[in-house]
């Protein structure tokens, strides 16, 4: 009996183990991108496609999009001639339909611009079993958010929102309790009305996210004390702490201030896309939802809550009743 053939095998299924190794390493999440209708479409594909870090990026591309995306707000549908080239530009395919991406990509980015599109976007991601992250504003409208997360949990589809505000640091460190135990918090944040939208939903979730990230989940009743200078969203949690969220139109500058038993800390500014980037990659690649759809849900009845304080004169309204109007389709 001779060793050499034995040797021979075993190198040779030593070689094609490794070589299978190999491809699995290198082989491309493929992205695919819903919505060609707002900045973040191009600021992911360019840290995806272009500017790439081989330690956190490589195993990602965008290779697909479909451009809508919304469908008549001035504001987002102006951008298409312009994200629609750079993208192919970046080496990505557009493609005619949601139908279409599903079949051609492995997770999904629906960064429609438009809330009023993403229940019907989101369910057609949600039916086909992919990851997704739903780019703010998660709906337009309350019962929209709720039907989403209806939505699912009925196909058991993982998802997750957020804004980019959520990952400054100093609010991920007083999340973590790093900064001492939490006591308030008092958020800035631009400030502009889509007509389409529930009042505060289109850019002031920048400031109530970091604040309920900072402050937790809990809260109980939000008053709006509305000026010329600014909006001023004041929640009071159950445990009667007090969180405020300023919404200033005409800046677009963010921060503010925590509260802890230690001390105050400022908030810091907007940090960019990279952390949340980073976010949405560790999700596609672990299923581990980052951000509890839940505690989305309290973010937009804070909101919610707080347009219907404005309209009642600055009474306290609770996130319970808005909820709970939510949740019959009203």
């Not at 970046?90 to 629906?110: F, H, N, P, R």
């Not at 604040?211 to 009667?240: F, H, N, R």
């Not at 921060?255 to 560790?282: S, V």
């Amino acid at each position: 009996m001779t060793v050499r053939p034995v040797v021979t095998v075993l190198c040779s299924h030593l070689f094609w183990f490794v070589l299978a190794g190999v491809s699995t390493l290198c082989a491309e999440t493929r992205i695919g991108v819903i919505g060609l209708d707002t900045s973040h479409t191009i600021a992911f594909t360019e840290m995806l496609n272009v500017k790439r870090d081989m330690t956190e990026f490589a195993d990602f591309r965008v290779t697909a999009a479909y451009q809508y995306g919304s469908l008549d707000i001035p504001s987002s549908t102006n951008r298409y001639p312009e994200y629609l080239a750079k993208m192919k530009g970046m080496g990505v395919t557009i493609l005619s339909s949601v139908a279409e991406l599903l079949k051609q990509t492995d997770c999904i980015l629906l960064e429609t611009n438009d809330g009023r599109r993403h229940y019907e976007q989101a369910l057609e991601v949600f039916q086909s079993g992919k990851r997704v992250f739903i780019d703010k504003p998660i709906a337009a409208s309350l019962s929209d958010t709720v039907k989403i997360l209806e939505a699912a949990k009925k196909y058991h589809a993982s998802f997750f929102s957020a804004s980019s505000l959520r990952y400054v640091t100093n609010v991920q460190l007083a999340r973590a309790g790093k900064l001492g135990k939490v006591l308030g918090a008092d958020v800035f944040s631009p400030f502009t009305v889509e007509p389409t939208h529930s009042e505060y939903y289109w850019y002031a979730v920048h400031g109530v996210e970091p604040l309920i990230t900072i402050m937790g989940t809990g809260c109980k009743s939000v008053s709006c004390y509305p000026s010329e200078q600014a909006d001023v969203l004041v929640g009071v949690w159950e445990d009667g702490r007090v969180g405020i969220a300023r919404a200033i139109p005409k800046q677009w500058k963010y921060g503010g201030c925590i509260f802890t038993n230690k001390g105050a800390t400022e908030m810091g500014n907007y940090e960019g896309y990279r952390p949340l980037l980073q976010e949405i990659l560790t999700f596609f690649r672990t299923g581990v939802v980052p951000v509890d759809p839940q505690e989305t849900l309290e973010i937009f009845a804070f909101m919610e809550a707080a347009t219907e304080s404005k309209r009642k004169g600055g009474i306290p309204v609770t996130l319970k009743e808005v909820l709970e109007k939510a949740k019959k389709g009203n």
